[in-house]
C-alpha cells in the first residue's frame, strides 16, 4: 500500500498549489479520501474529504471557498487544490484513506507547503 504526496513547496500569500497523491496497493474506489494538515506544535487535523465517488465532499470552515478535493477513480489520484492561500495554511499535508463504513486508514507521507512572502 502507498500514499504518495505531491505538490507543496513555498509560495507567497495570496498565490495556489495543487496537492496530489497517487494511491495504490488497495481498492481506491472504497476508501473515503481525505487531507489533513499539520503546523507547527499543533494537532493534525481535517482540511477536506471526498467519498468514494466524489459526490460528497466536506471542508473545514478555514478552506471553504478557497480549497478544492477531487478524486479520479480510473487514475488512483486524489487532488487539492489551494488557492488564496495564507501563512496560516503553512503545514505538512498529509493523504489518508478510510475503508468505507470502518475506521482503518492508511496515511501518506507527507508533503510541507508553505505560505510566506
Known amino acids: 500500500v502507498q500514499l504518495v504526496e505531491s505538490g507543496g513547496g513555498l509560495v507567497q500569500p495570496g498565490g495556489s498549489l495543487r496537492l496530489s497523491c497517487a494511491a495504490s496497493g488497495f481498492p481506491f474506489s472504497s476508501y473515503v479520501m481525505s487531507w489533513y494538515r499539520q503546523a507547527p506544535g499543533k494537532e493534525r487535523e481535517l482540511v477536506a474529504a471526498i467519498g468514494s465517488f466524489g459526490r460528497n465532499t466536506n471542508y473545514a470552515d478555514s478552506v471553504k471557498g478557497r480549497f478544492t478535493i477531487s478524486r479520479d477513480n480510473a487514475k488512483n489520484t486524489v487532488d487539492l487544490q489551494m488557492n488564496s492561500l495564507k501563512p496560516e495554511d503553512t503545514a505538512v499535508y498529509y493523504c489518508?484513506?478510510?475503508?468505507?463504513?470502518?475506521?482503518?486508514?492508511?496515511w501518506g507521507q507527507g508533503t510541507q507547503v508553505t505560505v510566506s512572502s
Open positions: 489518508k484513506a478510510t475503508r468505507i463504513g470502518t475506521l482503518y486508514a492508511y
